[in-house]
């Protein structure tokens, strides 16, 4: 019995070293709940209540060293970025705070960029990783940066990104794998506006494309070949004038 008893107490001690590696391993890697709770603690010393945008499920990449939080704006705890100052192997994420406590007015910034928001991410992504609703969210950039890119999120998410990407990157058709919104033959609305009017023609779609690409149409009326960018799977803008 005091053999048996012997044996087995050796069988569960290399039971315990050969899972602690693993346990270090598992506990290396960051949650979304870690990223909650570290943003919960640094806006608490600066009294602000805050409910952070992030997926407790959500895991990230590993990271040994105690997370860092700092406004991505100095002058506003509206947007987060958490950093993971490992060496060798740091990185970062953007997380909207969503924060609750009354704030001091801000002075309207008159260069703030106009026009329609599109869409970026809020934390890296690496190549061949889909795309979900907790990281990506709808700002305001350049003219510049707006071109071809998306203006709802439900258009990026369940797609999956083709190369890897940074947060705060503005998401444009060539990121993402293809998933057609207009296919060759398929008929389509060619919208123009002109002196604040919209003229419409019918089309027809001469190459696959996605929202946000610069594609090749035929106007049915004309027959005339026109470049126009892809707003959404039924209609297009011309890029030059409706022939």
């Known amino acids: 019995m005091r053999l048996i008893n012997i044996l087995r107490s050796k069988i569960l001690t290399g039971l315990v070293f050969t899972l602690m590696p693993l346990t270090a391993v598992a506990s290396d890697v960051v949650t979304g709940a870690d990223i909650k709770a570290a943003i919960l603690t640094e806006l608490a010393q600066h009294n602000i209540i805050s409910d952070p945008q992030v997926s407790e499920r959500r895991r990230y990449y590993s990271c040994s060293s105690p997370l860092q939080v700092t406004p991505k704006f100095n002058d506003s705890w509206e947007t987060a970025r958490v950093d993971c100052p490992e060496k060798g192997r740091d990185w970062h994420i953007i997380v909207r705070t969503g ?20 869409v970026v991410l809020l934390a890296s992504v690496k190549k061949g990783a889909i795309i979900t609703d907790d990281i990506v969210a709808l700002t305001k950039l350049s003219s510049g940066q707006r071109l071809g890119g998306f203006f709802r ?31 060759v033959g398929q008929a389509v609305n060619i919208v123009q506006k002109v002196g604040g009017f919209e003229v419409s023609s019918v089309g027809e779609v001469l190459e696959n494309a996605q929202i946000g690409d610069i594609i090749e149409v035929i106007n049915s009326r004309s027959g005339r070949k026109i470049s126009a960018l892809v707003e959404n799977s039924k209609k297009v803008t011309p890029i030059a004038n409706i022939n």
């Not at 998410?157 to 998401?171: D, S, T, Y």
């Not at 444009?172 to 794998?177: D, T």
């Open 99 to 118: 924060q609750v406590s009354p704030k001091a007015a801000v002075t309207p910034d008159n260069t703030a960029q106009t026009g329609p928001k599109v």
């Open 153 to 183: 999120t439900e258009d990026v998410i369940g797609r999956r990104a083709k190369q890897n990407l940074n947060a705060m990157q503005p998401l444009k058709a060539r990121h993402l794998e293809h998933q057609w919104s207009l296919e």
